[in-house]
């Protein structure tokens, strides 16, 4: 052979025109259109070079007689295999070209596993030899390092493939490899790396899996030519093209998620190709296995039994669809749907609609029965006992679904088998959240239709959907009735509030009773009453009607019948129990026992009495006497509810006309101012609920000893939803100008703790509602605070002594950063914690800090409190008080003293 010419280039982007420069110089003297075509090969050689191999690549030129040899050498193993031309496939047009143009082409063996790709061009027609690969030994192109492992081959059959499915496979694999390429190429321009991860994917399917991928297409092609419909693969493979092939499916499923992702020109492998790839691919790998392993081969299935099963895969998924369409029909329907029973409704005509279903039912889990929520078509809404031998009473028991299928649902459940058709199918599935279950949903369908697995597994996904739809709706309702209690707790609040003031705004006997009646009537009352308990009779004190001409009968009543005996009815059995009495429906019968005579009888009808709340009430063995609530009609009734919120009304009616009494009985000669003052101030310090939620609570209240020095310390708790609020505080001032200014800031706390959800916002509310009724000089020291049911707490002070922390062991002071008192223009700062079981908060008013003993000097109230720790938490403030006494000897306590403690129980 002639001596050749040789230039080595680098697998760079100019490779090529260095390559076609190199040729037309060496053969200058050669015919015009040799000198062209030897361009035109070298150009596309060398490009298949610098995409699919690796370098250095070396090009020579060998003269010939009336033409040239083009050689390239490269070191890949991709051989330059000319398929038939596709229109969809970009490579393979190249070889396509040579293989026109040249008298033959070839590819040859080199050291080391590299090849060499020739071609012979003359002057001339061209494309006169047929492709000299079809017969070509792979084996020779194996890397000098493969060939040292001396690793063991198998041949390996795979079967026949259609031919033509085989080279459109195999040219979408080439297309990626090309894109992969030229990304590579483009990034080398730009002095730029792909990602890590992507030059990982495509040095797997350009180098990992080539042997087998050159072997396959070489196959292909060379059945192609012989016009073979199917290419029966044999492949001749070391172990190591096992573990090659896993890699190389892995990243063929990569690179369908860029394509889904339209990160690469290249289209998603179509789905023939893709269960072409699984299966010749997974094939080698388990019989490559097993032949090293030495053990029997594995049974593979032949190629259309692989697409058999991908369409009984396909088939299977459409069902899948089909429920999961009917599915989201249903629950698009669900979700539009509002309240409880909108949504029973709802499931029930859905299940005739899209599941063809004959009937269908819901049942909600009552204590031990299942109520029908809603039932249609077939479906059977009866109540059904938990215990009862019964299909929907065994699946809300077991939690877990039932299928019963014509007569047989009769043999199981002998109820059944007059009610349920034979030519039905009957699927029960439980409603469960979490691991409660609430209830049962029942389908029933015909016979025919869809497999009964299709319909248990579209009922129990249904029964899932339901139940959340369910608890959610149930949740919404619970949390709006919540809000609407919450409302007539808030309004009941403003209207204590509002009690309070109005209470303690006179000292006057009458003023106070014709006060109560304003109050109730007509707010929570149609009519009303005060009795008053005297020598063993109760003597009518007041009454009022909200008509006008029955508040006629009403004064008349009370004027003819003063006094009423002490029946064991009403009135008479709640001032002798001190119980109150809630009557939800007033009879005939009740008057008449109640009734002294009949023309007081009579008279009652004509007051007209449907529902009544009567409520005892006493203060401190000094007055006792009967509140009596009336609706006349039905139009308004009372509820448990009303019992406590009657009683705490009570309660400050008992203690205003207590004070007024007292008041009436010193009028004109006042010997000792104190006792009246006292009397207002108590009057407005109802004691706190023994308990509201989590929190324990407990409060004292001392007056001063000096007198007519009666001070405005004050203190109040208001219960909300998930928490309660503490008020302590103190009135600039003395007297009884003092305990009015307290009462106005007790309403206000009343009414703003119950409205606004953040503490210092209704310190800044009672700031700017207290300054009207403020002079310039006067302001309120207060402290808040609120505990909630988890624990937590939050304490703001505004210019008040701050709050103390009291652990089995410590007293800690809490919510000590100062602020202007209320009516300066507070500004509070928020103190937060949390409450462990059995701590507690004590609030407490200047008089606690300010008492000194004997010799003048301040008692240590911290130190007075760590001695009684360990007592329960009214017990502690009785033996805090009794130190103090005894401690401030004959210098008594001068100015008023006021104690709240909350302590916090736990969760519930």
């Given at each position: 052979?002639?001596?050749?010419?040789?230039?080595?280039?680098?697998?760079?982007?100019?490779?090529?025109?260095k390559?076609?420069?190199?040729?037309?110089?060496?053969?200058?003297?050669?015919?015009?259109?040799?000198?062209?075509?030897?361009?035109?090969?070298?150009?596309?050689?060398?490009?298949?070079?610098?995409?699919?191999?690796?370098?250095?690549?070396v090009?020579?030129?060998?003269?010939?007689?009336?033409?040239?040899?083009?050689?390239?050498?490269?070191?890949?193993?991709?051989?330059?295999?000319?398929?038939?031309?596709?229109p969809?496939?970009?490579?393979?047009?190249?070889?396509?070209?040579?293989?026109?143009?040249?008298?033959?082409?070839?590819?040859?063996?080199?050291?080391?596993?590299?090849?060499?790709?020739?071609?012979?061009?003359?002057?001339?027609?061209?494309?006169?030899?047929?492709?000299?690969?079809?017969?070509?030994?792979?084996?020779?192109?194996?890397?000098?390092?493969?060939?040292?492992?001396?690793?063991?081959?198998?041949t390996?059959?795979?079967?026949?493939?259609?031919?033509d499915?085989?080279?459109?496979?195999?040219g979408?694999?080439?297309?990626?490899?090309?894109?992969?390429?030229?990304?590579?190429?483009?990034?080398?321009?730009?002095?730029?790396?792909?990602?890590?991860?992507?030059?990982?994917?495509?040095?797997?399917?350009?180098?990992?899996?080539?042997?087998?991928?050159n072997?396959?297409?070489?196959?292909?092609?060379?059945?192609?030519?012989?016009?073979?419909?199917?290419?029966?693969?044999?492949?001749?493979?070391?172990?190591?093209?096992?573990?090659?092939?896993?890699?190389?499916?892995?990243?063929?499923?990569?690179?369908?998620?860029?394509?889904?992702?339209?990160?690469?020109?290249?289209?998603?492998?179509?789905p023939?190709?893709?269960?072409?790839?699984?299966?010749?691919?997974?094939?080698?790998?388990?019989?490559?296995?097993?032949?090293?392993?030495?053990?029997?081969?594995?049974v593979?299935?032949?190629?259309?039994?692989?697409?058999?099963?991908?369409?009984t895969?396909?088939?299977?998924?459409?069902?899948?669809s089909d429920?999961?369409?009917?599915?989201?029909?249903?629950?698009?329907?669900?979700?539009?749907?509002?309240g409880?029973?909108?949504?029973?409704?709802?499931?029930?005509?859905?299940?005739?609609?899209?599941?063809?279903?004959?009937?269908?039912?819901?049942?909600?889990?009552?204590?031990a029965?299942?109520?029908?929520?809603?039932a249609?078509?077939?479906?059977?809404?009866?109540?059904?006992?938990?215990?009862?031998d019964?299909?929907?009473a065994?699946?809300?028991?077991?939690?877990?679904s039932?299928?019963l299928?014509?007569?047989?649902?009769?043999?199981?459940?002998?109820?059944?088998?007059?009610?349920?058709a034979?030519?039905?199918?009957?699927?029960?599935?439980?409603l469960?959240?979490?691991?409660?279950?609430?209830?049962?949903?029942t389908?029933?369908?015909?016979?025919?239709?869809?497999?009964?697995?299709s319909?248990?597994?579209?009922?129990t996904?249904?029964?899932?959907?339901?139940?959340?739809?369910?608890?959610?709706?149930?949740s919404?309702?619970?949390?709006?009735?919540?809000?609407?209690?919450?409302?007539?707790?808030?309004?009941?609040?403003?209207?204590?509030?509002?009690?309070?003031?109005?209470?303690?705004?006179?000292?006057d006997?009458?003023?106070?009773?014709?006060?109560?009646?304003?109050?109730?009537v007509?707010?929570?009352?149609?009519?009303?009453?005060?009795?008053?308990?005297?020598?063993?009779?109760?003597?009518?004190?007041?009454?009022?009607?909200?008509?006008?001409?029955?508040?006629?009968?009403?004064?008349?009543m009370?004027?003819?019948?003063?006094?009423?005996?002490?029946?064991?009815?009403?009135?008479?059995?709640?001032?002798?129990?001190?119980?109150?009495?809630?009557?939800?429906?007033?009879?005939?019968?009740?008057?008449?026992?109640?009734?002294?005579?009949l023309?007081?009888?009579?008279?009652?009808?004509?007051?007209?009495?449907?529902?009544?709340?009567?409520?005892?009430?006493?203060?401190?063995?000094?007055?006792?006497?009967?509140?009596?609530?009336?609706?006349?009609?039905?139009?308004?009734?009372?509820?448990?509810s009303?019992?406590?919120?009657?009683?705490?009304?009570?309660?400050?009616?008992?203690?205003?006309?207590?004070?007024?009494?007292?008041?009436?009985?010193?009028?004109?000669q006042?010997?000792?101012?104190?006792?009246?003052?006292?009397?207002?101030?108590?009057?407005?310090?109802?004691?706190?609920?023994?308990?509201?939620?989590?929190?324990?609570?407990?409060?004292?209240?001392?007056?001063?000893?000096?007198?007519?020095?009666?001070?405005?310390?004050?203190?109040?708790?208001?219960?909300?939803?998930?928490?309660?609020?503490?008020?302590?505080?103190?009135?600039r001032?003395?007297?009884?100008?003092?305990?009015?200014?307290?009462?106005?800031?007790?309403?206000?706390?009343?009414a703003?703790?119950?409205?606004?959800?953040?503490?210092?916002?209704?310190?800044?509310?009672?700031?700017r509602?207290?300054?009207?009724?403020?002079?310039?000089e006067?302001?309120?020291?207060?402290?808040?605070?609120e505990?909630?049911?988890?624990?937590?707490?939050s304490?703001?002070?505004?210019?008040?002594p701050?709050?103390?922390?009291?652990?089995?062991?410590?007293?800690?002071?809490?919510?000590?950063?100062?602020?202007?008192?209320?009516g300066?223009g507070?500004?509070p700062?928020?103190?937060?914690?949390r409450?462990?079981?059995?701590?507690?908060?004590?609030?407490?008013?200047?008089g606690?800090?300010?008492?000194?003993?004997?010799?003048?000097?301040?008692?240590?109230?911290?130190?007075?409190?760590?001695?009684?720790?360990?007592?329960?938490?009214?017990?502690?403030?009785?033996?805090?008080?009794?130190?103090?006494?005894?401690?401030?000897?004959?210098?008594?306590?001068?100015?008023?003293?006021?104690?709240?403690?909350?302590?916090?129980?736990?969760?519930?």
């Open positions: 052979m002639p001596a050749a010419s040789e230039l080595v280039l680098a697998a760079e982007p100019d490779a090529a025109t390559a076609r420069r190199f040729v037309a110089a060496e053969l200058a003297d050669a015919p015009e259109d040799t000198v062209s075509t030897a361009e035109l090969v070298v150009t596309e050689l060398v490009t298949n070079s610098v995409l699919h191999a690796a370098a250095p690549i090009v020579r030129v060998r003269g010939m007689d009336g033409g040239a040899r083009i050689e390239v050498e490269d070191g890949g193993r991709d051989l330059p295999i000319a398929p038939p031309l596709n969809h496939s970009m490579t393979g047009r190249g070889l396509a070209l040579v293989a026109a143009t040249t008298a033959g082409w070839g590819v040859e063996p080199a050291a080391n596993g590299r090849k060499i790709v020739w071609a012979e061009v003359s002057s001339g027609p061209g494309g006169a030899n047929a492709h000299p690969l079809a017969d070509l030994d792979l084996s020779q192109f194996a890397d000098a390092d493969d060939n040292d492992t001396d690793e063991p081959v198998f390996v059959r795979l079967g026949s493939v259609p031919t499915l085989l080279l459109a496979a195999k979408h694999v080439d297309n990626v490899l090309r894109e992969f390429h030229l990304v590579t190429a483009g990034t080398d321009l730009l002095e730029s790396r792909p990602p890590p991860e992507l030059v990982e994917l495509i040095d797997t399917m350009a180098e990992d899996f080539a042997l087998a991928r072997e396959i297409k070489r196959q292909a092609v060379a059945a192609a030519e012989r016009g073979d419909v199917e290419t029966d693969l044999v492949l001749t493979l070391p172990v190591s093209a096992a573990a090659a092939g896993e890699r190389y499916l892995a990243a063929l499923d990569k690179v369908d998620a860029y394509a889904r992702n339209a990160a690469l020109l290249t289209l998603e492998t179509p023939a190709h893709r269960v072409f790839r699984q299966w010749y691919v997974q094939g080698l790998i388990d019989r490559l296995r097993a032949l090293a392993a030495g053990g029997p081969l594995p593979v299935p032949s190629f259309p039994q692989a697409l058999a099963a991908e369409v895969r396909l088939s299977t998924l459409r069902d899948v429920r999961l369409s009917r599915l989201q029909l249903i629950t698009g329907e669900l979700s539009q749907a509002r409880v029973a909108d949504i029973a409704e709802t499931l029930t005509s859905s299940a005739a609609r899209h599941l063809d279903a004959t009937g269908s039912a819901i049942h909600l889990l009552r204590g029965t299942l109520e029908p929520l809603a249609g078509g077939e479906a059977d809404g009866r109540v059904v006992d938990l215990t009862s019964d299909p929907v065994e699946v809300a028991r077991t939690r877990r039932l299928e299928r014509g007569r047989a649902a009769g043999e199981r459940f002998p109820g059944l088998a007059a009610r349920f034979e030519d039905r199918t009957l699927h029960v599935a439980p469960v959240v979490g691991a409660e279950c609430i209830g049962v949903l389908v029933t369908f015909p016979l025919v239709g869809l497999d009964e697995e319909r248990s597994s579209i009922v996904t249904l029964a899932d959907t339901l139940a959340q739809a369910l608890e959610r709706a149930i919404s309702e619970r949390v709006a009735e919540a809000n609407a209690k919450l409302a007539a707790a808030n309004e009941r609040l403003a209207f204590i509030a509002d009690a309070s003031i109005v209470l303690s705004g006179t000292l006997y009458d003023a106070t009773l014709q006060a109560t009646l304003n109050l109730m007509p707010r929570f009352a149609d009519w009303c009453s005060v009795q008053l308990a005297e020598d063993g009779a109760l003597r009518m004190a007041a009454i009022a009607h909200v008509d006008p001409e029955r508040n006629v009968v009403a004064q008349e009370m004027r003819r019948y003063p006094v009423q005996p002490n029946t064991d009815i009403g009135t008479g059995r709640a001032i002798r129990t001190m119980q109150p009495e809630l009557f939800d429906h007033v009879t005939p019968d009740m008057l008449a026992t109640a009734a002294v005579d023309g007081h009888l009579k008279l009652l009808h004509q007051l007209g009495s449907d529902t009544a709340l009567v409520v005892p009430f006493s203060f401190q063995d000094e007055i006792a006497g009967v509140l009596t609530l009336v609706y006349a009609d039905d139009s308004r009734r009372y509820v448990p009303d019992v406590p919120f009657a009683q705490d009304i009570a309660r400050r009616v008992a203690a205003a006309l207590r004070s007024a009494a007292a008041y009436r009985e010193k009028t004109g006042l010997a000792d101012v104190r006792r009246v003052a006292d009397a207002a101030q108590r009057a407005i310090l109802a004691p706190p609920p023994a308990q509201i939620g989590p929190v324990a609570l407990a409060a004292r209240y001392i007056g001063a000893a000096a007198e007519a020095q009666v001070g405005g310390d004050l203190y109040e708790v208001v219960a909300r939803r998930g928490s309660v609020r503490l008020l302590i505080g103190d009135v001032g003395k007297g009884l100008s003092a305990v009015r200014m307290a009462t106005i800031v007790l309403g206000e706390f009343r703003v703790a119950a409205e606004l959800a953040d503490l210092p916002a209704v310190a800044t509310q009672l700031d509602r207290l300054r009207p009724h403020l002079g310039e006067d302001f309120v020291t207060a402290l808040l605070a505990i909630s049911d988890d624990g937590s707490f304490v703001t002070s505004c210019g008040h701050p709050a103390l922390l009291l652990t089995d062991s410590q007293v800690i002071e809490v919510g000590s950063e100062f602020t202007l008192p209320l300066l507070a500004e700062v928020v103190d937060t914690g409450l462990s079981p059995g701590d507690r908060l004590l609030l407490y008013t200047d606690a800090i300010e008492t000194r003993d004997s010799e003048g000097r301040f008692l240590n109230f911290v130190e007075l409190l760590r001695l009684e720790l360990g007592r329960d938490h009214g017990e502690l403030l009785d033996a805090v008080l009794t130190s103090l006494r005894a401690r401030a000897g004959r210098s008594r306590l001068n100015d008023d003293l006021a104690l709240l403690i909350a302590e916090y129980r736990g969760p519930a």
